[in-house]
């Protein structure tokens, strides 16, 4: 049972160029979610999806994009990468029922150049 | 949602009772309170949740008085293992648009 899955580990972009973070689970849950941490700081919510077929923005949506491709699904696009967008992103999710906690993947490390 | 106050950081030493509270005054009548524990280069695992006065699994304890304006995460015995971020979250539970907020987070680093 993996639990949260996300693809890349590590990334390295130029400034403009364009790329997809992978997530996936496998605990059947409705909900899922994108967070950005920056150095020293907490978890920002991008963007996420109360159940597959919805998706709204988070916390910091601007210069992202997802898709909530199917239940166990969601990935996160940035169109063209600038060097703010330098962070680590973890996806999580959530059975959705309730006060259920998140569960979170290890995360995507990004360095925008 | 309801704005929480942690220390920043926190020492201990191997062995040690670790008690980390968190402020929260403007909680919410249907708002839960939800601990979360992070290593480095890991995402957050969940550890403990509450609504009020006490709660205790295999890994800790939370402590919520009667206003629920405040709660205390108590790690028995703490080992060098436990050196980590440690998040506190209110709200009404991750649930769609009401998904919870992290703040900042207490690192607590645990010696020998």
């Known amino acids: 049972n993996a639990g949260v899955t996300q693809t890349p580990k590590f990334q390295v972009l130029k400034t403009g160029q364009s790329m997809t973070l992978q997530c996936a689970q496998d605990?059947?849950?409705?909900?899922m979610y994108w967070y950005r941490q920056d150095p020293g700081m907490g978890l920002r919510l991008i963007y996420y999806?109360?159940?597959?077929?919805?998706?709204d923005k988070g916390e910091v949506p601007n210069g992202y994009n997802v898709s909530r491709l199917n239940k166990r699904e969601f990935s996160l696009r940035l169109e063209s990468a600038a060097p703010s967008q330098t962070s680590v992103y973890f996806c999580?999710?959530?059975?959705?029922?309730?006060?259920?906690?998140?569960?979170f993947g290890n995360g995507t490390r990004l360095t925008v150049t | 949602l309801a704005k929480t106050t942690q220390p920043i950081s926190m020492d201990s030493y191997e062995g040690q009772e670790v008690n980390i509270t968190c402020s929260h005054n403007?909680?919410?009548?249907?708002?839960?309170i939800t601990w979360y524990q992070q290593f480095p280069s890991q995402g957050p695992r969940f550890i403990i949740q509450?609504?009020?006065t006490k709660v205790t699994n295999e890994v800790a304890s939370l402590f919520i008085p009667a206003d629920r304006k405040s709660s205390t995460l108590s790690l028995p015995r703490v080992s060098l293992s436990d050196t980590a971020v440690y998040y506190c979250?209110?709200?009404?539970?991750?649930?769609?648009?009401?998904?919870?907020?992290f703040g900042s987070g207490t690192r607590l680093q645990v010696q020998p």
């Open positions: 999580a999710s959530s059975s959705g029922q309730g006060y259920s906690p998140l569960h």
């Open positions: 605990m059947n849950h409705n909900s």
């Open positions: 999806s109360a159940s597959e077929g919805t998706t």
């Open positions: 403007n909680i919410a009548t249907n708002d839960y």
């Open positions: 509450g609504y009020k």
């Open positions: 979250l209110v709200g009404p539970g991750a649930t769609g648009r009401r998904a919870l907020t």
